[in-house]
């Protein structure tokens, strides 16, 4: 059983940076994908990035291009988000999820469907 443990939200003014952490236990080689996804009270849970373990792909929705980079600690089974330039409406509760079904060579999926097994969630609110 996958187990993730999201840790590093906060408070923070606009035009700040913070970086999310995801604690992985439980991983096989078959979940080779992770992914950020938010959810904004009265939103829908969107999609922000995601990352292959084997391969360092990775994806990022359109929003947060440029401002925001998913990384990877393989020894440590650790997912990162670093989130800069940050706006208010990036103020959300943050997910980490894992894909355990996703094909060899495509690059990792936007789809919430796609995932598995989802944290808890940690709470990123940006003030103006």
């Known amino acids: 059983q996958v187990h993730l443990v999201e840790s590093g939200g906060g408070l923070v003014q606009t035009g700040g940076s913070l970086r999310v952490s995801c604690a992985v236990s439980?991983?096989?080689?078959?979940?080779?994908?992770m992914a950020w996804f938010r959810q904004a009270p009265g939103k829908e849970r969107e999609f922000v990035a995601a990352?292959?373990?084997?391969?360092?792909?990775?994806n990022y929705a359109d929003s947060v291009v440029g401002r925001f980079t998913i990384s990877k600690d393989n020894a440590e089974n650790t997912v990162y988000l670093q989130m800069n330039s940050l706006k208010p409406e990036d103020t959300a509760v943050y997910y980490c999820?894992?894909?355990?079904?996703?094909?060899?060579?495509?690059?990792?999926?936007?789809?919430?469907?796609?995932?598995?097994?989802w944290g808890q969630g940690t709470q990123v609110t940006v003030s103006s």
């Open positions: 990352i292959r373990w084997s391969t360092g792909s990775t």
């Open positions: 439980g991983r096989t080689l078959s979940t080779d994908a």
């Open positions: 999820a894992a894909d355990s079904s996703l094909p060899r060579r495509d690059r990792p999926r936007s789809g919430a469907y796609n995932y598995d097994y």
